[in-house]
Each structure stands twice: as C-alpha cells, then as structure tokens.
T-cell receptor
Framework: SQTIHQWPATLVQPVGSPLSLECTVE??????LYWYRQAAGRGLQLLFY??????ISSEVPQNLSASRPQDRQFILSSKKLLLSDSGFYLC?????????FGPGTRLTVL | GQQVMQIPQYQHVQEGEDFTTYCNSS?????IQWYKQRPGGHPVFLIQ?????EVKKQKRLTFQFGEAKKNSSLHITATQTTDVGTYFC??????????FGAGTQVVVTP
C-alpha cells in the first residue's frame, strides 16, 4: 500500500530563517507530487507540483521553492521566511485524479 | 482560470439535523471530488463524481453532480458529532491540476 510522510509535524521559526520541509512517498513510482499551503481556517492553495524528478512547476510567485531530487521525495524550501509564510503545509500525491495527502507540517513564523 | 465556489463558508448544525453544502463553477467540469478535513487533520478523499446528474451515497452522505456538470452538492442527513470538519469540493482545471473550493466548515452542536 502507498503511504506519504511529512516532517517535521510542527515547526516554529523566526522571520528571516531558512526552511526545509520534506515529503516522501512509499509504495508507488513516478507519482505526481504537490505542495499546498492552508492558512488558518482557509482553503488549500497549490504552491508547486511535479510530474517527475527535477520537474517543478510553480503556481504562485513567492519566496518559497521546491525540489524533487528523487522520484519519491519532494522538498519545500525557503532562504528567508516571512511572517506570511505561516500556515499548514500539505504534501500530496495523485492517482486517477484522486489526491492523497500527507499529515502536514504546521509552520509558525515569529 | 477555473474557480470552484463553495457555500456556505460556515455551517452550524444541531445534532440530528440535515444540511447541504454547495459547489458551483462557471465552466463545465470533467469531474468533481469531495474531501473531508477533520480539525487538525489533513484532507481525505471522499468521492468522485464524473457523469452528468450522477448521485452517489455513502451512508448518511449524498453527493450530486448537476446535469450541466457545473455544480455539485453534498447533503448529510441526521448529522452526528463525527461529521465535524471542513468539507472541500475540488475539480481539475484544464491542465489537470485540482482546484479546491474554500471549504464549508461544519460545527455540530450536541
């Protein structure tokens, strides 16, 4: 069966610090991978998606970046965090249109 | 680009009552999906509707896809406290990426 992991589960970072969130998928090969952000009490905003290693598409301009160094690894990064980067970050993979979400990382930027 | 509008944003329901949440699009949708996110959790896929006028049931949940494939609804009968959470509809855009509605946050009063 397929599983998706994210870490860390929670993170508190000061403004201006770097960020690295990791997502890995097990049990499937060449998945489409996605990063979403969800502000408190809000909907899901698609940030990045990837159809293969090294292939990243950005949905919105921001100070975040994504990388896919391996088939089942998706990383979300920032060089300098902003207060507005706070939120719930969700990684997902898709199969037949259905999306499977990871447990998420709750990021608080202070 | 395509947007899916979801109403209401909030729904307070007395335990045992019924309620409906709606999802509307200005464009014809190839399919529509519904997800549920429990408080503090991640979205979980509930169902996908593909055919015009399609109706699917999952226990107390009834999902409908409009005849014109531009709207959908989720109806819950005899609401229980386990129904608490945020319900999202989502539809793929022309590039196949899922666009999520803003969600309906459901609060159940015992």
């Amino acid at each position: 069966s397929q599983t998706i992991h994210q870490w860390p589960a929670t993170l508190v970072q000061p403004v201006g610090s770097p960020l690295s969130l990791e997502c890995t998928v097990e049990g499937t090969s060449n998945p489409n991978l996605y990063w979403y952000r969800q502000a408190a009490g809000r909907g899901l905003q698609l940030l990045f998606y990837s159809v293969g290693i090294g292939q990243i598409s950005s949905e919105v301009p921001q100070n975040l970046s994504a990388s896919r160094p391996q088939d089942r690894q998706f990383i979300l990064s920032s060089k300098k965090l902003l207060l507005s980067d706070s939120g719930f970050y969700l990684c997902a993979w898709s199969r037949n249109n259905e999306q499977f979400f990871g447990p998420g990382t709750r990021l608080t930027v202070l | 680009g395509q947007q899916v509008m979801q109403i209401p944003q909030y729904q307070h329901v007395q335990e045992g009552e019924d309620f409906t949440t709606y999802c509307n699009s200005s464009t014809t949708l190839s399919n529509i999906q519904w997800y549920k996110q429990r408080p503090g959790g991640h979205p979980v896929f509930l169902i996908q509707l593909v055919k015009s006028g399609e109706v699917k049931k999952q226990k107390r949940l009834t999902f409908q896809f409009g005849e014109a494939k531009k709207n959908s609804s989720l109806h819950i009968t005899a609401t229980q406290t386990t129904d608490v959470g945020t319900y999202f509809c989502a539809a793929p855009d022309s590039w196949g990426k899922l666009q999520f509605g803003a969600g309906t946050q459901v609060v159940v009063t015992p």
